[in-house]
């Protein structure tokens, strides 16, 4: 097998060329990532010229580089932003202590174990999105899917290049599981949930890349923190790529809404059949997709009481979103949060210590910065004269993990029996007709400057290039 030239095929700012073992490892792993990009990247995409944002360094000029390329040919990259002189662990019984450039032996199974976990989240969304491209709504939208799929790939490097460096063996056979587990698959699924749920259609796309990668701004702003520091500077550059898919989803939707509003308009009305069969995605049917895609979402956060969330912030491994900025000791030793419970058919708050409600406290942030970008949704409604409005629902609603898995809750909070909520799960959640009818609308458009019956054209084209520009060649 011929060796990697480094420093052109894997753009990195590691040193990989000094490193033979490291080499060794990746040179061995390469082409069986390739092999997967293969069989389970998006399908029928491998000779498309894609015009695709590529890493080639971590400075502002380098981080984004546009061109013209083949995806099985896309440079995936490891990047670290650069490194502190004399970083501190700032949070945690480590607190003050100098940042470890190793991994600690006795916190080696539970960074092993955090870096595994985000890294399948990585290839599992590729997978989810793979069939997508067949049917983009335009040219526009395909290339942006594709920067996502590339992008999710990169990401999996950037966990890879950590389990490779700093976890010998274990690392190894870590890395490949990564390419060996498969989203949705009966026998060897993706580790969390949500990410073994299909994603059929472009308004499960957008929805999945707003509050689905919203998720993974959190867990990689939790990372970010990390005393763990070659994890810590890897997850604070995968955010600046994550902002772009939270665009792709917010934008998305944003796009959608407006062409329902203008048809509302130009129909003067509000009635579900008459907005279906003029070829637009009614409003009730958006927020049943929000229902399911908020919900499914918060759930990644696990456990409201978690022992393992406290051992991670306790042992400095996984602080808190924009842990600098928070006023406290750092350390939250006696410090207590309100959390949900049922009681009696009820939802109550009682007090917990705050460390064993650290999943609560990351998902409360995600659930503020969620709301936030539905209000903008919102405005576009305003805008346009549509007095509905677009809520998330409680954060009961829906749930399979934690204290509300199996209790039947309401989008408005209240605890409901089982015949209530079999009344209403077709106003509440998206139904078989609705998935249908939003899959007969899934045709593909790739004529440039085109775009299909259900999606308003986006108000700007991709750095700086016209909305009908060429963004996919096809060959």
Request: aromatic share 10%.
């Amino acid at each position: 097998m011929a060796s990697i030239n480094y420093s052109e095929k894997i753009p990195n700012n590691v040193n990989l060329s000094d490193d033979r073992t490291l080499q060794r490892a990746l040179e061995q792993w390469q082409p069986n990532f390739l092999s997967w990009w293969g069989d389970m990247g998006p399908e029928g995409s491998h000779g498309f010229d894609v015009y695709l944002r590529t890493a080639v360094s971590v400075d502002p000029s380098g981080w984004a580089h546009f061109d013209h390329v083949k995806m099985p040919d896309y440079r995936w990259g490891i990047f670290l932003t650069p490194g502190e002189a004399d970083r501190k662990i700032h949070f945690g019984e480590h607190k003050g202590e100098a940042a470890w450039q190793d991994v600690p032996g006795e916190h080696r199974a539970n960074l092993r174990r955090i870096i595994v976990t985000q890294g399948d989240t990585e290839p599992a969304s590729v997978e989810q999105q793979r069939h997508l491209g067949l049917t983009a709504p335009s040219m526009y939208d395909l290339r942006n899917l594709f920067q996502v799929n590339v992008e999710e790939g990169r990401h999996l490097w950037a966990m890879v290049y950590l389990l490779h460096r700093y976890f010998g063996r274990d690392g190894r056979e870590e890395a490949e599981a990564l390419l060996g587990r498969r989203s949705g698959d009966d026998d060897n699924p993706r580790i969390l949930g949500a990410f073994n749920e299909k994603t059929p259609d472009w308004l499960a796309f957008y929805m999945f890349t707003y509050f689905t990668d919203r998720d993974g701004k959190f867990q990689l702003s939790a990372l970010a923190e990390s005393g763990f520091d070659p994890l810590a500077r890897t997850t604070k550059f995968m955010l600046t790529e994550e902002a772009h898919h939270m665009f792709v989803g917010e934008s998305g939707v944003s796009r959608v809404i407006a062409r329902t509003a203008q048809m509302m308009n130009e129909l003067k009305t509000d009635d579900v059949s008459k907005l279906r069969a003029a070829g637009v995605i009614d409003l009730p049917t958006i927020q049943r997709y929000v229902n399911f895609h908020y919900s499914v979402t918060i759930d990644l956060f696990g456990a409201d009481q978690s022992s393992n969330a406290a051992i991670f912030y306790s042992s400095g491994l996984k602080g808190r979103y924009e842990e600098s900025k928070r006023d406290d000791d750092h350390r939250l030793n006696g410090q207590m949060y309100r959390l949900l419970d049922v009681d009696n058919g009820k939802l109550v708050e009682r007090e917990v210590p705050m460390l064993n409600a650290m999943n609560e406290v990351l998902r409360d942030d995600y659930i503020k910065d969620s709301v936030a970008g539905v209000n903008r949704w919102n405005k576009v409604l305003e805008k346009a004269g549509i007095d509905f409005r677009l809520t998330v629902p409680h954060k009961a609603f829906n749930r399979q993990i934690g204290t509300f898995a199996g209790v039947r809750v309401s989008p408005d909070g209240r605890v409901v029996n089982e015949t209530e909520w079999a009344a209403h799960e077709r106003e509440w959640l998206p139904s078989p007709e609705d998935r249908a009818y939003v899959a007969s609308l899934m045709g593909r458009v790739v004529e440039p400057g085109k775009f299909a019956n259900w999606i308003a054209p986006p108000p700007l084209g991709i750095n700086r290039q016209p909305i009908d520009f060429e963004y996919v060649r096809f060959n």
